[in-house]
C-alpha cells in the first residue's frame, strides 16, 4: 500500500499527509473485512523494507511512499476465525 502524497497535499497542504495515513488506516479496515467475508487468512505489516518494496513497486520512495503491506492467503487449518484452535 502506498500514498501518492501529491495528490492529497495538493489539496489539504501539509495536512494531506496526515490525511494520507488515515486514507491507510481505512483502507486496511475494508480489507479485513474483505478477507474475513472470503473467508481468508489477513495481516498487515507495518515492518517492511520500504526501498526494497518501493522498488519492487516500481514507485518512488519520496513521492510515493510504501506505507503497509497488507498479506492475504488461505485461513490456516490453525485456528478458526474466532482464534481457537481448530478441532
Ligand atoms: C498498522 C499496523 C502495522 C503492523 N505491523 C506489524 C509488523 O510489522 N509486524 C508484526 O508482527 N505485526 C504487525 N502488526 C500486527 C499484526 O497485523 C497483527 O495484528 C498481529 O500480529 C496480531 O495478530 P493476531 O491477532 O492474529 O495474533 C501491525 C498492525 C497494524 C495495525
Do not use: W
Given at each position: ?22 486514507d491507510?488506516g481505512a483502507l486496511?479496515q ?58
Amino acid at each position: 500500500m502506498t500514498s501518492v502524497l501529491k495528490r492529497t497535499m495538493a489539496k489539504y497542504l501539509h495536512r494531506g499527509y496526515r490525511f494520507a495515513l488515515y486514507d491507510c488506516g481505512a483502507l486496511t479496515q475494508s480489507l479485513y473485512l474483505a478477507g474475513t467475508a472470503l473467508d481468508l487468512d489477513t495481516c498487515v505489516v507495518g515492518g517492511i523494507y520500504d526501498d526494497e518494496l518501493s522498488r519492487f513497486l516500481g514507485v518512488n520512495s519520496v513521492e510515493e511512499p510504501a506505507q503497509l503491506a497488507f498479506l492475504v492467503g488461505p485461513r490456516s487449518s490453525g485456528c478458526d476465525p474466532e482464534g481457537n484452535p481448530a478441532s
